[in-house]
Structure formats: C-alpha cells, structure tokens
C-alpha cells in the first residue's frame, strides 16, 4: 500500500513535466516524420514516370538472341505505372566495379546511352541488348552502345541528373539473370524472362520463344552436370530433324571466345536418334558455372544452362514442349519420359560437383 501510494504521489507530483516530455517527444516524431517524406519526395523528384530497370543478363550463352543470330548481354525497363511513357528522356549508364578489367567492357569506368523517343505502355517491357551497336532506331531492336560487366557493377536509369531506376550487381554467372521482385528488390534466377513479366506466365512466353529460335536439328536433349559422389557428367544430343545429319559439321564449346572447344565425331545421326558424349570425351568439365553450346558454321545451333540443375538431377527437353525441364532421374541415352518440372529441389544436402572424368 504504502509503495502503491507513493507511487502515485510521483506521478501526481510529476505529472506537469511528464505531460510536457510527451508532448515533446510527439512534437519531435512530427518532424522526423515530416523530414523523411520530405527526403523521400527529393529523392524522387521527376521520378513519377514509373519505368524501371526489370531484369539484366551480363553473360549470355544460351538465353534470347538478336534478329543477327548472337548473343548479347540484354537489359529490360518495364512502366509499372498507369501511363505511357517516352523513353527519349532517359540515359542508361553503365558502370564497372573498380580494379577490374573485363573482355565485355571497355576501359572506360563509366559509359552512358541515350535512349530513343519510343513509348512504353503501362505494364509494358521494353528489351535493349548490350551489345556496342548503338542501334537507337525507334522502329527496330534496340541495342546500346556498351556491354555490362559481368564480374559486377551499377546500371542507372537517369532522367537529367536524377537517377529514377539503379541496380547494383555483382559477378553473374552464365545466363543467369538479376531480376526484379514484385515488392521492388532484386535476385539471381536461373529463369531469364527478357520482354516479359517476371513470373512463372512470362517465364513460359520466353520458353516459347527461345523454342522458334532453335531452328537447327541437333538439339541439347539433356544435360547431366552435377553426379553424386564417383558420379558421371555427360551430354545428351538428338536429331530433331527429318533428315540424316553429320555430326562433325558441329562444334560443342562452354566459350564463346572458341566456338570449335571439341569437334563431333563423323558419325551419321539419323533423325530421332540420340548421340551421348562424356566430359572425358570433349577434354573440358561440364559444368563449373558454364553453358553448353552447339555451334556449326560459326552460327549458335542450340545451348542449355549447366549450372541450374542440383546434384544428381538432369536438364532437359520434352518432346512436344517448349523450354528446359528438370528430371529427378536422368534418362542417358534414351527419350526423357521421367517426371518433369519447370523447377526442382535439391536432393539430399546439394553440395552439387561439377564431375570431370
């Protein structure tokens, strides 16, 4: 009673300046309050346009090609608002991280590209290649006059001196894509979907599209990268075509700087039939971040990704369908009629190794 009572006399006694250090500490939330919108609002000063950076490749192997047939780093800008936009008013700039010398980029630590008066619609996704064309031509493909760093750097979207979109990015992997998020941050995928939205619908469109890129016979049926412990790594190829093919017109290469890595074997692929190499065979290790890559001619026939697939699963195609599949039990030399999906979980603990023979 007595402590209950004295309590109460405290407060009573006190009650002037607790009232006044309530008020005070209101008072000093209005402001801070008021600064941070006010911090806000500069930030974003003439950055109610809406368009942002969407998704970037910086090492192309085996994702979306140009009408010329190469591949090309690729930026995407999608209008998240609910007007059209011009995209004349905005410059992208590129810049490479420091202490680092890098075969798709120049010297130059920064590099800039005036973008074309073309319009963006609401929710429309807008793909520029990074390829050093400079091809600003509002009615054709775009292409801006620097490559990205792969080994990681910063991509702005400015508008005048305002920055409206930027990405910092650090070394990506071959085709693998920084990709914005429904809640506005970014991560790597492994699910490129240049020109379309970021979900499983747009994944599916570039599926599609990727699928009437691939125009020649011989095709990457599947791709066993990642074996368990003594495991084996091995390429699966078939002929897709309605004639017989001479595997050594082709090349099998992970660089794009050495498009002949291995040359086939003259062996007569009739069309249907598989043909399966080993890592011992082509004299480099499948896998180790790389993609694979068919060339004949110097042309791209086909390509798949070897780093998505986790330890002891496959990549591959299904007949009658578009795009890359996982399979949890690879399938070597033969029709992949396995259960597929568009994604799989890893197996056990994936301490995935790349196996060389």
């Known amino acids: 009673m007595e402590k209950k009572f004295l309590f109460n006399c405290l407060i ?5 300046l607790f009232t006044s250090l309530k008020n005070q500490m209101w008072s000093n939330f209005v402001i801070l309050g008021a600064l941070l919108l006010l911090s806000a609002a500069c930030n974003n000063a003439n950055n109610d346009s809406g368009v942002v950076i969407n998704e970037i490749m910086a090492s192309n192997h085996s994702s979306i090609m140009a009408q010329d ?8 800008l999608k209008n998240i608002s609910n007007k059209p936009e011009s995209l004349d008013k905005f410059t992208l700039v590129v810049e490479k991280i420091d202490n680092y010398s890098n075969d798709n980029q ?26 050093k064309k400079d091809n600003s031509d509002s009615k054709g493909e775009l292409h801006a006059d620097f490559k990205l760093p792969s080994k990681g750097g910063k991509l702005m979207l400015k508008q005048g001196e305002n920055v409206v979109s930027e990405v910092s990015f650090g070394e990506l992997e071959d085709d693998q894509c920084y990709t914005r998020l429904d809640d506005g941050s970014y991560g790597t995928f492994y699910e490129p979907t240049p020109g379309f939205d970021n979900n499983e619908e747009g994944y599916e469109k570039y599926c599609s599209l990727i699928e009437k890129q691939r125009t020649g016979a011989l095709r990457i049926w599947e791709l066993h990268s990642k074996g368990h412990i003594n495991g084996e790594a091995w390429i699966e190829f078939k002929n897709v075509g ?12 992970t660089s794009k ?9 003259q062996v007569q692929l009739q069309p249907g039939e598989f043909y399966v190499v ?4 082509v004299g480099f290790v499948i896998g180790k971040n790389k993609s694979i890559s068919i060339y004949k001619d110097g042309k791209l026939v086909d390509a798949m990704c070897a780093s998505a697939a986790p330890k002891g699963c496959s990549a591959g195609r299904v007949q009658g369908k578009d795009g890359i599949f996982y399979f949890n039990s690879p399938t070597k030399g033969a029709e992949n009629t396995t259960p597929a999906t568009r994604k ?3 197996k056990d603990n994936d301490e995935s190794e790349d196996y060389d023979e």
């Open 12 to 16: 009573f006694k006190k009650n002037g």
């Open 69 to 76: 047939g190469e591949l090309y780093d690729w930026i995407e």
């Open 106 to 131: 120049d010297d130059a630590t920064q590099k800039s590209w005036q973008l074309p008066a073309v319009e963006i619609k609401p929710g429309e996704c807008i793909l520029i290649f990074a390829s």
């Open 242 to 253: 309605d004639s017989a093919i001479n595997l050594q017109d082709y090349c099998l290469t």
């Open 257 to 265: 700087k050495e498009l002949d890595q291995w040359r086939f074997p």
């Open 278 to 281: 080993n890592s011992k065979e």
């Open 344 to 346: 799989v979980q890893a």
